[in-house]
T-cell receptor, first 114, second 115 residues
């Protein structure tokens, strides 16, 4: 039972390049999330998917797109990377049918945009 | 307005002592959940403890307890008998039922346990 997995762990991009961050969970959770973590800012929600086939914007969606490929997988795409997108990206999943709806996180992807 | 406020950027505690990490929240939703996560230097986010707004008793999980004061809108984390491995960033978070699945995180508190 791997929980939430993310690939890659590290990535360096040049300004204007594109890339997709991959996330998968094996906990049969309906909901999945993408956050970014910047120094002194805590975690901020980029996009989330309440269930397969749905996605919604979070607090900081500009410059990103997402795809909920199936129940297990939720990808985050940067179409034209900018230095302001240098951050650590976390994927998370949760089961809203539980009382706590606790979010469980992947190990993170450290992205640097030059 | 900030949904979650953590006013202690850094805290120090002697090994084996107890420490309280502060968290206040802002919501008008009667149904919400409060969470604490630990982020060690390796970077992963580890779930520690949960408190529901309707829970009558303070949550406890091993050495972690949540001091929930609803009227004051505070949800402080208490770590008893601190260990060197407790040195990490600690984040408070809230989920409001009216806003579906959105979590709001505080800016975190860095805890250092001194031998």
């Amino acid at each position: 039972n791997a929980g939430v997995t993310q690939t890659p762990k590290f990535q360096v991009l040049k300004t204007g390049q594109s890339m997709t961050l991959q996330c998968a969970q094996d906990m049969n959770h309906n909901s999945m999330y993408w956050y970014r973590q910047d120094p002194g800012m805590g975690l901020r929600l980029i996009y989330y998917s309440a269930s397969e086939g749905t996605t919604d914007k979070g607090e900081v969606p500009n410059g990103y797109n997402v795809s909920r490929l199936n129940k297990r997988e939720f990808s985050l795409r940067l179409e034209s990377a900018a230095p302001s997108q240098t951050s650590v990206y976390f994927c998370a999943s949760s089961d809203p049918t539980t009382n706590t709806d606790t979010q469980y996180f992947g190990p993170g992807t450290r992205l640097t945009v030059l | 307005a900030q949904k979650i406020t953590q006013t202690q950027p850094g805290m120090f505690v002697q090994e084996k002592e107890a420490v309280t990490l502060d968290c206040t929240y802002d919501t008008s939703d009667p149904s919400y959940g409060l969470f604490w996560y630990k982020q060690p230097s390796s970077g992963e986010m580890i779930f520690l403890i949960y408190q529901g707004s309707y829970d009558q008793q303070n949550a406890t999980e091993g050495r972690y307890s949540l001091n929930f004061q609803k009227a004051r809108k505070s949800a402080n984390l208490v770590i008893s008998a601190s260990q060197l491995g407790d040195s990490a960033m600690y984040f408070c978070a809230m989920r409001e039922r009216s806003r579906g699945n959105q979590f709001y995180f505080g800016t975190g508190t860095s805890l250092t346990v001194i031998p």
